[in-house]
């Protein structure tokens, strides 16, 4: 059974095979508009989502698939009546072909996918993993840029509860010639594991405490928005905010990146910069999920 849980599972060669079938369904899409013709897809968000769970819906009814869903699944599925992961897994087993879970717990996904009887596509898993995302934005970089080796990347913003950045620093760490700086409040510092996780990969880790602490010649800036969500009290709110002033102040072949919503840490007014690609890379979801949804369905 193929699960899609961690970007940990990802090599070089897979990554490639990904992006290479993205490709193929973006250059022609009607190729591949009747692939799931037969399949049924639930896709269960027990957390807010716009952008992942509308573009895997988008990604199953362009290949053909339909989908099973429920509104707030933290509300309206039996998990408000106690249901475990597990035993909500076994019932969609008998009613769908694939599932796609975001939920708070850093384990959901590996939860439902220790049932094994349907593929199960982590669509966010508490503060630890947003794989798909990950996918997503490498396949950004490597588009917007034309190579992952040898690469200056800026994380930016909630480094401690942000899954994007956690699975993306997996991603970039399959790479030669990474180096990755690191800002953001104190507050919201990247954990130790993933420093390790780096240095033991022989990536250099930087942690900065302003905006010039940054090489002007970094290719990725990767902002995110502080996950209030994910934690009790008020630490207030995000303190380097990329506006226009200060993305000039970089090279113009930076290119300024975020999973998406911002709130405040990217100002509105660099959407039109050329070297600003936020809703090009939400776009790519669609392609790199439709291929996704191809490939744990052995369709690819
Ligand atoms: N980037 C992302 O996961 O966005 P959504 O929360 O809108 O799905």
């Known amino acids: ?78 998990a408000a009546k106690g249901e475990t992961i597990e035993d909500t897994v076994k019932i969609i087993a008998g009613y769908a072909d694939a599932m796609v879970i975001r939920h708070k717990s850093d384990t959901s996904a590996i939860q439902a996918a220790s049932v094994d009887k349907i593929p199960i596509i982590n669509a966010g898993a508490g503060k630890k993993e947003h794989p798909t995302q990950s996918l997503l934005d490498m396949y950004t970089i490597k588009q917007k840029i034309g190579r992952l080796d040898n690469l200056k990347v800026a994380i930016l913003g909630d480094l401690l509860y942000g899954r994007t950045v956690h699975s993306l620093l997996k991603l970039l760490s399959l790479y030669d010639n990474i180096k990755i700086y690191g800002l953001s409040k104190e507050t919201f510092s990247l954990p130790q594991e993933y420093i390790d996780m780096l240095n033991k990969k022989g990536i250099e880790y930087v942690k900065c405490t302003n905006f010039d602490e940054l090489p002007r010649d970094l290719d990725v800036i990767y902002h995110t928005r502080i996950q209030a969500e994910r934690f009790e009290g008020d630490f207030g709110k995000e303190e380097f905010i990329v506006n226009k002033e200060v993305l000039d102040t970089f ?36 392609y790199i999920r439709m291929a996704l949804l191809l490939q744990v369905l052995d369709k690819a």
């Open 1 to 78: 059974m193929k699960h899609i849980l961690s970007s940990e599972q990802y090599t070089k060669e897979s990554l490639q095979e990904l992006f290479d079938l993205a490709d193929k369904i973006r250059n022609n899409p009607k190729k591949y508009a009747h692939k799931l013709d037969d399949k049924i897809i639930a896709i269960m968000f027990y957390e807010p989502s716009t952008r992942t769970r509308l573009s895997f819906s988008s990604a199953a009814l362009k290949l053909g698939a339909k989908i099973i869903t429920t509104e707030n699944a933290a509300e309206f599925s039996s």
């Open 251 to 286: 090279s113009e072949h930076t290119i300024l990146m975020h999973p998406l919503p911002r709130v405040i840490e990217i100002s509105t007014d660099v959407d039109d910069d050329p070297r600003a690609c936020y809703f090009e890379q939400a776009h790519n979801g669609l």
